[in-house]
C-alpha cells in the first residue's frame, strides 16, 4: 500500500557528507512520523533520527550535531544529511514511516519500512 525508495547511499572518506532521501508514494493519507534507522554488521537496528508531521526532531545521541532530518510533507520525502561521517556511521540505512493509508472508504495506521541503502565510511 505504501512504497519507499531509498537513494544517495555509498561510499565516503571519514570527515565528508552524504544526503540519503526517501520518498514515499501509494495510498498515503498521511505520513505520520518519518525517521531513519540503520543495521551495522553484527548490530540491532537502531534509531538515528525521526521527525514528526509537525517537524519536531530528535536524534541518536552518536549523531547530535552532525546529522539533520527534514522532510517535505508536500512531497511526501524525508532526508538525512549526513555531515562529518565516521567509520563507525558505517551500515545499511532504512527509511522508515508511520502513516495514515486509504483502504477502501476507510483508513488505517500502518508502518512501513525502505529497501535500505548501503553506506560505507572509509577511515
Known amino acids: 500500500q505504501v512504497q519507499l525508495v531509498e537513494s544517495g547511499g555509498g561510499l565516503v572518506q571519514a570527515g565528508g557528507s552524504l544526503r540519503l532521501s526517501c520518498a514515499a508514494s501509494g495510498r498515503i493519507f498521511r505520513l505520520n512520523a518519518m525517521g531513519w534507522y540503520r543495521q551495522a554488521p553484527g548490530k540491532q537496528r537502531e534509531l538515528v533520527a525521526g521527525v514528526t508531521y509537525g517537524g519536531g526532531t530528535n536524534y541518536a545521541d552518536s549523531v547530535k550535531g552532525r546529522f539533520t532530518i527534514s522532510r517535505d510533507n508536500a512531497k511526501n520525502t524525508v532526508d538525512l544529511q549526513m555531515n562529518s561521517l565516521k567509520s563507525e556511521d558505517t551500515a545499511v540505512y532504512y527509511c522508515?514511516?508511520?502513516?495514515?493509508?486509504?483502504?477502501?472508504?476507510?483508513?488505517?495506521?500502518?508502518?512501513?519500512w525502505g529497501q535500505g541503502t548501503q553506506v560505507t565510511v572509509s577511515s
Open positions: 522508515h514511516v508511520d502513516c495514515t493509508v486509504v483502504v477502501g472508504t476507510t483508513t488505517l495506521e500502518g508502518n512501513y
